[in-house]
């Protein structure tokens, strides 16, 4: 049996082993660590295809060409970044287990990933989307309302579209939202997209709400709980109707909401608690976003850059 087979069958072993490890020593959800494994599968597939037979023919180009190749099939950044996070959470056990002698994923940065961690608007840009909805009209103010949550709290599109009437505490001046593996959390809503948000249930949501009886938020024309596909047209169009001339999806308000906290010194962990995300790991790409836009204001104003 070639050298490279054996070795691909060796890192499938290990993926299980880590895979247990992952849920019972770090106390990952199910789902976590169901994402997780198929990233890694994929990965141990694409090294074989690379004709790795044994851990030292694995280096940070490798690495690098994979993720390159996730962004040519099409996947989503998001989706290309946590496939990063699961490399690095899986050379630190392999480095833990002794199988290999340094964690080449330590320090992972370069031009190259940099084009595909998280894309964000910078702030001007995000109050002309926030500005894109301004008449009076029902749904208008529904879409303003939308986009304005989206970017103040940096919740999740899935989280948006089933946020329930009882959830709102707005007096308060917070959300409860339920995130994945159905974990609750708080997040602070401010007074600009608080302001708006009962806007919405005060002049927008009763005409919506025909029956009187939903209890979902967001509400369509025929007063149906919002699809995600809904959600990605609504961030879109504002994005066409202000001509800012970038991709928009409502993810992406989500990350400029992490990196607008991360560059006014929010903490880390902060962030990650907002965010909702179980491991601080995943909340680390955004620092490598804000290293970016560091090196990109230098670039552009110092004379001898």
Request: aromatic fraction near 8%; glycine fraction near 6%.
């Amino acid at each position: 049996m070639p050298r490279q087979f054996i070795f691909h069958s060796m890192l499938k072993d290990i993926l299980k082993d880590f895979t247990g490890f992952a849920a019972l020593e770090r106390g990952l959800s199910k789902n976590t660590v169901s994402a997780y494994f198929n990233d890694l599968e994929s990965f141990i597939n694409y090294l074989k295809n690379q004709g790795a037979e044994k851990p030292q023919d694995i280096n940070r180009n490798i690495i690098l060409d994979y993720l390159e190749s996730c962004r040519e099939a099409g996947y989503e950044v998001a989706t290309i970044a946590r496939r990063l996070v699961a490399i690095k959470i899986f050379f630190r056990y392999l480095l833990q287990e002794r199988i290999i002698d340094h964690d080449l994923t330590d320090v992972m940065e370069g031009p190259r990933l940099w084009r595909m961690l998280p894309g964000f608007f910078t702030p001007d840009e995000v109050e002309r989307l926030l500005k894109a909805y301004n008449s009076r009209d029902k749904l208008d103010i529904r879409n303003r309302a939308v986009m304005e949550i989206l970017y103040a709290t940096g919740m999740r599109v899935s989280e948006l579209i089933s946020l329930q009437m009882n959830n709102l505490h707005l007096k308060e001046g917070y959300l409860r939202v339920t995130g994945k593996g159905d974990k609750e959390r708080l997040i602070p809503v401010g007074r600009a997209a608080g302001k708006q948000l009962g806007k919405y249930i005060e002049n927008a949501r009763p005409a919506l709400d025909a029956t009187g009886k939903s209890t979902t938020v967001f509400l369509t024309k025929n007063g149906n709980p919002m699809s995600r596909k809904c959600v990605w047209r609504i961030v879109d169009r504002a994005s066409q109707l202000t001509g800012i001339g970038k991709k928009a999806y409502p993810h992406i308000l989500r990350h400029s909401f992490a990196s607008h906290l991360l560059s006014g010194g929010a903490d880390l962990r902060v962030i990650q608690e907002m965010l909702g995300h179980a491991d601080i790991s995943t909340t680390q790409i955004y620092t490598h976003v804000d290293q970016q836009q560091l090196k990109n204001i230098h670039r552009q104003f110092h004379p001898r850059a």
